[in-house]
């Protein structure tokens, strides 16, 4: 038998999800995969139940329903501040995890570089190989998780034609200033590169910080590649619905990778979300505070139990620094403990940095309180069920 292919040896099975498939074997608590424990508003439910009823149920055009489109259109076009043609700028996708791919596939050649920010979603690194284009890593260095400007200024002078840019970020919870933005615009119009944003945190942010648009910065509309989700905003990780947003010539490109890789993201869920859509910017003022709630909650009770970790700025995640209670040889090995012994599930952090880093951990809180303070309340023993191990 020929060998699978070579693509394979450079990625595995996402570690995120296997630490779920751990927790769920063990019973555990899931803080490791970012997904909530709470049904989204109500109008999305209710407008669910209807289009299971009243359909539609069969394809809808490959880049998505006319509403969806121009519903998004017009709610990302006051938030974003850039003109958005629902026909022309838009692609309905399954999920930003096939956006993401749409991107890079649209972008790269085989042997095109694109610029990575490391700590950084796994998915990015597998999107490269996927689309068999090479990675160049970029450090943002903890504790503050800011990168040097001349690093990123020699990573686009290696011929970059792109830079994946999550904002909010996961998994450290950065929100990007506006100083670095300009950094990152004036360095993709010098170098004449893409920029693939991923913001499906846009509308979980904690004053004083405040998520920045890139498409908006002069200069950058044409060269922006601007991919989210409704899944983090809705609480509907289980929808799948994803979009891209970015110039006509983009968009088209995009299209013909959707066109062949999914055919399109599901009709009556299409329909179901516009109810979403159309919410007013009272809900996202709401989720704002729920989410603040959340982090206050989780964040205190980690300083109770003696944790270090970096305050998260935006999205829902925050890295923990275990270096001074990691018995094992491995992070994955002490996550493993974790779910087994304490019943609290998270991911090892090596699986978000390009140079293995076995410092950190990453919890998320979109949980129910109730969820987080019986979370806490395991971790709370973790010390004493590690000195028994010692001993």
Request: hydrophobic share 40%; charged share 20%.
């Amino acid at each position: 038998m020929h060998k699978l292919a070579k693509r394979l040896d450079h990625f595995s099975d996402s570690v995120i999800r296997r630490m779920t498939r751990i927790a769920n074997q063990y019973q555990a608590i899931n803080l490791s995969q970012g997904f909530p424990d709470f049904d989204p508003p109500q109008a999305l439910i209710e407008a669910l139940k209807q289009a299971a009823q009243q359909g539609p149920h069969q394809y809808e055009i490959t880049w998505g329903s006319r509403e969806f489109r121009q519903l998004l259109a017009k709610k990302q076009q006051r938030l974003m501040n850039i003109e958005i043609d629902p026909e022309e700028n838009i692609l309905v996708t399954c999920g930003s995890t096939e956006a993401m791919m749409c991107a890079v596939m649209t972008i790269c050649d085989p042997k095109d570089k694109v610029i990575i920010f490391s700590p950084f979603y796994e998915n990015y690194g597998a999107d490269a190989i996927l689309s068999d284009a090479t990675p160049i890593y970029v450090p943002l260095k903890p504790p503050t998780f800011e990168f040097d400007k001349q690093e990123l200024r020699q990573a686009f002078e290696q011929g970059a034609k792109a830079l994946i840019l999550c904002n909010p970020s996961n998994p450290c919870g950065k929100v990007f200033t506006q100083d670095e933005l300009e950094y990152i615009s004036q360095l993709a119009i010098e170098f004449d590169a893409y920029v693939i944003t991923d913001e499906v945190y846009e509308h979980i942010v904690y004053p004083p910080y405040q998520h920045l648009y890139l498409a908006n910065f002069p200069g950058m509309q044409q060269r922006t590649i601007s991919c989210s989700s409704l899944s983090k905003t809705y609480s509907i990780t289980g929808w799948r619905l994803g979009y891209i947003i970015a110039d006509k010539s983009i968009i088209d490109g995009c299209k013909m990778i959707h066109d062949f890789l999914t055919v399109g993201a599901a009709a009556p869920l299409q329909k179901a979300a516009c109810a979403g859509l159309a919410l007013t910017d009272d809900y996202y003022a709401q989720l704002t505070q729920t989410y603040m709630a959340k982090r206050q909650l989780f964040l205190q009770g980690l300083d109770k139990i003696g944790l270090s970790y970096y305050p998260p700025q935006g999205a829902y995640y925050v890295l923990v620094d275990i270096s001074a209670f990691n018995p094992f040889k491995t992070d994955f090995e002490f996550c493993e403990w974790l779910i087994k012994e304490v019943g609290v599930a998270a991911v090892p952090g090596s699986a978000f940095f390009k140079h293995p880093e076995y410092r950190y951990i990453r919890f998320h809180f979109a949980k129910q309180q109730q969820t987080l303070i019986d979370a806490l309340e395991r971790l709370s023993k973790f010390k004493e069920k590690l000195l028994c191990l010692k001993n």
